[in-house]
């Protein structure tokens, strides 16, 4: 594995987070927080039907409506988005608004939602002209958008911290995205007490999606290795840096104490706050370095899904959750990228598992350690137990080669034939 080094590199990395409002309790303040910014009469909350059931939608409109503004609430979201649900959502926003705010509660369907009918009711022109290319136009956003309060109620997508909308283009099979800073929320408010109804299998797979955006970002391309960009040419993904390294690290070691506590022990409080301020670190984190091949191997998992239906998550149409599809490759992803920042890896390993023994060859280490916790957690057995096999492997290098701004943060080059073996070597994975 071999990088070329940049002809002129990068001297600049940039940072950005959102406002941030954490603790238990913190969702009982968002009339008072929604008062800050200016005037604020018409607010549509957006949620799905599983977590309007939990009655926290409800418990959060009725409080603002106590401190004077109009309160709506859109129960109709897609878990996992695909660009037929935004639209739909978009329509149902743009026909019962004006709005003045949007505050997006639930995971990161939810907050992903939000963000897309901010957007596009502030913007012209279709979804599609605002979807990363090649999949889309990659357009950026003319106005400023509207501010957006997201309130998570898993613990996993970190979509509270960052400027991203993922969503599956149905007519491709692909799963994809929107990234603009404009679409950061204005204000995360991260209530650990909205996380004790997710069930083990969701606290899982949003689990391993915390733990993949930390130790993605913490392997991805350090900045200096990049081409320099002008001003107008900086994204959001920036590479490693030594503040995403920070949070990154922070996160890893709240996992490392309190991931399987919080599967295993839905009701330990002190894990699902840990877990909550882990997810939030790593979104931090990789919201600015980025992330790189488990999650470009994800979308494409995700978006060809034919039959599988996960524990705990709705059973009307078979999905791949997010999280459990960026984990079915991640242990032969980062086998792969181990040469090229072998220190890096083992530093992950180490925090992920303090107290295990390195094994003799450094590479399998970091491998090793994910595919115990897979195990413990209840995550399936690779891309085979969720219905894939070798003459899927085209299909799925195909969807993973068109998540270039993913891959551009690999710490090496990624060539359509490295990716047709991690995907093979993760048919089964223990």
Known sequence: MTTTPPVTPETVFTYGAPRLKFGNGASAELGFDLGQYGDVRRVLIVTDQGVAATGAPGRIAEQIRRHGIDARIYDQVH????????AAAVEHARAAGPWDAFVAVGGGSSIDTAKAIDLMLTNPGELMDYVNAPVGHGRAPDNPLKPLVAVPTTTGTGAESTTICVLDVLSLKVKTGISHAALRPALAVVDPDLTLTQPAGVTASAGMDILCHAVESYTARWYTGNERKRPEQRVPYCGA?????????QAMRLLARSFRRAVRHGDDTAAR????????????????AGVHLPHANAYPIAG??????PKDYPGDE??????MSVALTAPEAFRFTFPAAPERHLRAARLLAPDREEPAEAAEFLPSVLVDLMRDVGVPNGIGAVGFGTGDI??????TMRQQRLLA???APVTEEDVAGIFTRSIELW
């Open 273 to 288: 706050g840990e877990m909550a301020l882990a997810a939030t670190f790593a979104g931090m984190g990789f919201g600015n």
């Open 409 to 411: 943060t690999a710490p």
């Open 394 to 399: 085209d299909a799925l290098v195909e969807g």
């Open 241 to 249: 840096n030594p503040i995403s390294d920070m949070w990154a690290e």
């Open 79 to 86: 878990v996992e988005p695909t660009d037929a649900s935004l």
């Open 304 to 309: 060809r899904v034919r039959d599988f239906h």
């Open 318 to 323: 078979p999905m791949v959750p997010h999280g």
